[in-house]
């Protein structure tokens, strides 16, 4: 059992930054694919980036690419998401999720993830 809790959300201008953070519960994290996902107003929940286990594996949606990290410290059973140059289009809640089986590099397909967080509201004003 995997329990996740978000934090960092907020209101920023277009062009700033955000970090945020996942606090992972279990012993098993470390062997977890963790990663993002976002819902905006309105909209379906889609994929925004996954890292593997180990974190040398990432993998981002195409219009996050080269703006957004994803990183983790297994020992801290923490993963971030720094969120740069961000846009109105940014605007969602972000949640964060975790998968023992599910490889990160196939996350962009799949919406099925083991364990979710509540998330946390991004706001980008124009």
């Known amino acids: 059992q995997v329990q996740l809790v978000e934090s960092g959300g907020g209101l920023v201008q277009a062009g700033g930054s955000l970090r945020l953070s996942c606090a992972a519960s279990g012993r098993t994290f470390s062997r977890h694919y963790m990663g993002w996902f976002r819902q905006a107003p309105g909209k379906e929940r889609e994929f925004v980036a996954a890292i593997s286990w180990t974190g040398v594996g990432t993998y981002y949606e195409d219009s996050v690419k080269g703006r957004f990290t994803i990183s983790r410290d297994n020992a801290k059973n923490m993963v971030w998401l720094q969120m740069n140059s961000l846009k109105p289009e940014d605007t969602a809640v972000y949640y964060c999720?975790?998968?023992?089986?599910?490889?990160?590099?196939?996350?962009?397909?799949?919406?099925?993830?083991?364990?979710w967080g509540k998330g946390t509201l991004v706001t980008v004003s124009s």
């Open positions: 999720a975790a998968d023992r089986w599910e490889d990160a590099s196939t996350w962009s397909s799949s919406t099925s993830m083991d364990y």
